[in-house]
């Protein structure tokens, strides 16, 4: 019964909480902006406060990810900017698959920088422009379609697509002036100078690099943050959780019978769920997302394949097709860690700020941990770009922070939510038919909701596609609109799922045990228990906020 009044809470007094929780951030950004040393370092050498080309801003970015090569870039057009990435990996080699850019980020991106943009468009395969949604993974019909193409044809967008990771890398890394990233020396921490004027970074060698501002651009285990806050970079206490599941990916060529026609696919099913996507050149790539301990150690005596083979057994041909053309090889497993960007700890301290995973590491369900750490580089660039005097970096770096908190914060949890409520909350949709036989399929609480949420579910994707779509320039600290279509929508998803969850709707006598219970090899999770901790991760966010 408490966890039914907890949600209620939830859905009642969240519009009462973000209201509270912009008072307080206000509150935070006038602290950050004020100066708060006053003794004097020597070891600091002093620098005229006037930024100007002959005297120009130092900015150090520690980390050359998405968001740090995209901010170096866009501040190294800057003439009174002098930018340098440190990246602590000796090389960069060609790893990590495909990213999908979504419209806001490759709107942001064509913004920035028309030229990358256009490479960026050589090497791209839009998806956004295709049939993309969910498919009830056991009978494989559509369940719910999104629509990507609207909403971008709307704004005069470009459409959501993916591109490989090392290409977009190596655009970036091929545009940045010579000498502006090293490798091979990364941040260990930094020193801040008492007079609040400059940062000493703190590099694994022992080197230390001065610079006007430090931006920890450093990913999800960020040595920044960790500085910053005083606080473990990894493990207990470094604000980073495991989010309960693994995944396992698989990225092949494969003659798909939808190839050119379909971009996304999400087949939903009891307890886990699988993804099938078109990455171009007829290649694609499979996510199975499964509630599990982190590790991914279970036995796999005849390997992979085999092993999911079985875990999805009964579902889709479309999901076991792709599976069996997968080679050993071709398959990787990752454990999903994500990090809510917390609200009484700052995201700037004086000259330091962090932005991408550094602060906001979100569940991939979205594809926008990348694009939101894109937003990041493009509110530094505008802050930091306007500045005359150094006396003004504090102040802009808060004013980042404002600017981007609440709509990464909104993203980062719709993130979590899409997880836990495509996993707990949905099953293979109840159905009857009458013909050839009257028949009942999964006529038990989960399938009636999802059932009933289906005609629903289009209408929150419209809801979430605008939101992302628009306010991609942050220009607003807050969208109340936004922030309540989500509130009242994903509550009302969520109120449905409730019963699913804790059995409220054992109502129709059925069993629902097995329905909520997540399969072998869990140990002490349950889905109970995730999405207790979703909202236990809710309300700790906004114990923080008020
Ligand atoms: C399975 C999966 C799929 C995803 N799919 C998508 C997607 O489709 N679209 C999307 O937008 N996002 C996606 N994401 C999220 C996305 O990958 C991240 O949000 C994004 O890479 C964050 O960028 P970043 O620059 O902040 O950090 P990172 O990309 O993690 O980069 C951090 C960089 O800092 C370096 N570094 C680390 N420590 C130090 C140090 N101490 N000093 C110097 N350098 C350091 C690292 O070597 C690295 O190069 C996905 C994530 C996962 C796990």
Redesign the pocket.
């Known amino acids: 019964m408490w966890r039914l009044l907890y949600v209620a809470t939830w859905i009642t007094f969240t519009p009462v909480l973000l209201t509270g929780f912009l008072t307080v951030n206000v509150k935070n950004t006038r602290l950050n902006g004020m100066k708060r040393y006053s003794t004097v370092d020597t070891s600091f050498a002093s620098v005229a406060p006037e930024i100007s080309d002959k005297n120009p801003l130092r900015v150090v970015i ?9 901010l170096a870039n866009s501040l190294s057009k800057i003439s009174h900017i002098d930018v340098k990435v ?4 000796t090389e ?1 080699k060609r790893f ?7 419209s806001n ?1 490759l709107q942001l991106l064509k913004e920035m920088d028309k030229s990358i943009y256009d490479e960026i468009n050589e090497k791209f395969t839009p998806t956004g422009d295709k049939m993309n949604g969910i498919k009830d993974g056991i009978r494989t019909e559509w369940y719910a379609k999104f629509d990507l193409k609207k909403p971008a044809l709307e704004r005069n967008m470009p459409f959501t697509g ?1 591109i490989d ?1 090392s290409d977009l890398q190596e655009i970036y890394l091929n545009a940045l002036p010579p000498g502006v990233v090293s490798n091979g ?4 921490s930094f020193k801040v100078n008492p007079d609040g004027n400059g940062v000493k970074v703190i ?2 060698s022992g080197n230390e690099v001065d610079a006007d501002v430090l931006i ?9 943050r960790a500085t910053m806050r005083n606080e473990p ?1 990894k493990g207990d206490g470094s604000g980073a959780k495991y989010s309960g599941y693994t ?1 396992y ?1 698989g990225e092949l060529a494969y003659n798909s019978p939808d190839n050119g026609k379909v971009g996304y696919k999400v087949y939903i099913g009891p307890g886990q769920y699988f993804v099938i996507t078109d990455i171009g050149n007829g290649n694609y790539q499979w ?1 199975a997302f499964l509630a599990r301990p982190p590790g991914g150690n279970t036995e796999k005596p005849d390997g992979t394949v085999p092993y999911l083979k079985e875990i999805f057994a009964g579902w889709s041909e479309e999901c076991h097709a792709i599976l069996d053309v997968t080679k050993e090889h071709e398959i990787g497993q ?1 454990d ?2 994500d990090r809510p960007p917390s609200v009484i700890k700052p995201w700037s301290k004086g000259p330091v700020a962090l ?10 369900n ?9 937003e ?1 580089a493009y509110v530094v660039t505008e802050e930091l770009s306007t500045i005359k005097t150094r006396d003004e970096i504090a102040t802009a770096l808060s004013t980042y922070n404002s600017r981007r908190l609440i709509r990464s914060a909104a993203v980062q949890g719709l993130s979590r939510f899409a997880s836990d409520i495509i996993i707990i909350g949905f099953d293979t949709p109840a159905k009857i038919t009458f013909s050839p036989e009257f028949k009942v399929e999964n006529f038990n609480y989960a399938g009636i909701v999802t059932k009933i949420l289906q005609p629903i579910m289009p209408l929150f994707f419209w809801v979430q596609f605008n939101f992302l779509y628009d306010g991609y320039k942050n220009e607003n600290k807050i969208d109340f609109v936004a922030a309540f279509s989500f509130v009242v929508l994903g509550g009302l998803i969520l109120l449905l799922n409730v019963g699913n969850l804790f059995g409220v709707l054992g109502l129709f006598g059925l069993e629902t045990a097995e329905t909520f219970g997540i399969g072998e090899g869990i140990g002490s999770l349950d889905a109970g228990e995730g999405f207790t901790e979703t909202l236990q991760q809710f309300f700790s966010t906004l114990s923080d906020i008020i």
């Open positions: 520690a980390g050359a990810g998405v968001g740090g090569l995209v440190l990246e602590k990996t960069f990590g698959g495909p990213i999908q850019l979504a980020a993916v990771r020396d990364g941040v260990t590099l694994n920890g651009a450093d990913g999800i285990w960020s040595s920044v970079a995944l990916a996510y990752r999903l860690y932005t991408g995973d550094a602060i906001h590491a979100m569940m991939p979205l594809g926008q941990g990348g694009c939101q750490a894109i990041d």
